[in-house]
């Protein structure tokens, strides 16, 4: 790959002011930055870095935009990740690994390595976003999630205007959860990926119930990491708008974990309630049931609305402002809570109402 923190030439940064940031976010909410830098070269953090960048303010990092809300004009610059570049390397283990820079399509990843016949990623087909932005919220889909077939990444140091490696364990990853969520928000800057996949005996996983019924229906019962592929992205198509017809930004909210005694509670209630059991005395429930029955499902008010084939997902239906979207997420969390005493964190980040 282009590996680019050892290519020596790279261009300056180029600083733009008040850059249009609607076509850059997957709601399609408008928003100008005032100060705008796109990166398609890892040297070029570190030359922000020498010429006094980050010593104002920290920027606020944008890779695919699916993932988040901008609330109103950020006062912070927004840095575009672009870096390119995809490697591959076999090991003597027989397992092979793929590095992809920040910049990187996901889901062109994952086209990519199931077209070389590399097994892991074939259950996150289709989900949005860049490779960079993939470890920040280890992004996860029908039983994997990126921390299974996670190997390591590379980051720049804000402050120190270094590089550094982190391992998984490093990475703390957990449901829709890393570091880089929490101790070190807004100080690394993640360049590229590097995941651990498998080129034999591929450790397929099927067991999600919607992809399994989807497999039976087409009487797949032995199926290839393109079958899995193949199957996930109809499930996702059939299911989850596209924001090039319909902005969004996937699922909303997390799905709740609820303690053993809340959750009997509340199943005496509801018996029929899904739910999953994670650990041993924990229990996620799918977001998307309880905001259905707490009866958001396909509403729309005014510019804004609730998808009518999943519930987890807010849809800006044309020209709703971050803030309206905003409000929208705040009245389902308010009605599940009334309904069900459960309080949904939003999955998406939520970009102007930080301290
Ligand atoms: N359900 C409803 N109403 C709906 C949709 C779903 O009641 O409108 C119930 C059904 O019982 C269904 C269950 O919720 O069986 C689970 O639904 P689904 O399989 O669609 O998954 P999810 O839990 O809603 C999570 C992820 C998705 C991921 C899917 C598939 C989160 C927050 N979301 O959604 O990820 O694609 O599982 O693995 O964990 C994303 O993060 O943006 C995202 C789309």
New binding site residues.
């Given amino acids: 790959m282009p590996n680019a923190q050892t290519k020596s030439v790279s261009d300056k940064p180029v600083i733009r002011e008040n850059v249009n940031l609607a076509p850059l976010n997957t709601l399609g909410v408008e928003a100008v930055a005032r100060r705008f830098v796109e990166i398609d070269h890892p040297n070029q953090l570190r030359q922000l870095h020498d010429d006094g960048f980050f010593d104002r303010q920290i920027p606020i990092v944008l890779g695919g935009g699916s993932?988040l809300l901008f609330l109103n004009r950020p006062d912070r610059p927004v840095l575009k990740m672009s870096v390119s570049g995809r490697d591959i390397e076999a090991r003597e283990d027989g397992s092979v690994l793929l590095k992809a820079g920040a910049g990187e399509n996901w889901h062109q990843l994952v086209k990519h390595s199931i077209e070389k016949g590399l097994g892991g990623i074939e259950n996150l087909a289709l989900?949005p976003g860049t490779v960079g932005a993939a470890p920040i919220q280890n992004?996860?889909?029908?039983?994997v999630e990126l921390k299974d077939v996670f190997h390591n990444l590379t980051a720049f140091e804000i402050e120190t205007g270094k590089f550094r490696t982190y391992t998984a364990a490093e990475c703390n990853f957990g449901?829709?959860d890393s570091i880089f969520k929490r101790e070190l928000k807004n100080q690394v800057i993640v360049c590229d990926v590097t995941l651990q996949l498998t080129k034999n005996a591929h450790d397929l996983n099927v067991d999600?119930?919607?992809l399994n019924d989807h497999l039976e229906s087409k009487k797949i019962s032995d199926p290839t990491i393109k079958d899995i592929f193949n199957s996930v992205v109809e499930i996702?198509r059939a299911?989850?708008p596209d924001p090039s017809d319909i902005g969004n930004?996937?699922?909303f909210?997390?799905?709740p974990v609820l303690s053993e005694e809340q959750f009997e509670t509340l199943r005496s209630n509801y018996p029929e309630m899904?739910s999953y059991k994670v650990g041993d005395d924990e229990y996620k429930i799918?977001?998307?049931?309880l905001?259905?029955k707490a009866g958001w499902?396909g509403k729309r008010v005014g510019n804004v609305g609730t998808y009518k084939?999943?519930?987890?997902?807010i849809v800006n239906h044309g020209g709703a402002t971050g803030e309206e979207i905003y409000n929208h997420a705040l009245k389902i969390q308010e009605s599940v809570r009334n309904t069900f005493d459960i309080d949904l964190r939003p999955?998406v980040n939520i970009v102007g109402n930080e301290s």
Avoid at 139 to 143: E, H, L
Avoid at 286 to 289: D, E, I, R, S, T
Avoid at 309 to 313: D, G, I, P, S
């Fill in positions: 993932n989900i992004i996860g889909a029908y039983g449901y829709r999600y119930k919607g996702r299911k989850l930004a996937g699922s909210f997390k799905n899904p799918p977001a998307a049931w905001i259905e499902k084939n999943q519930a987890l997902v999955e």
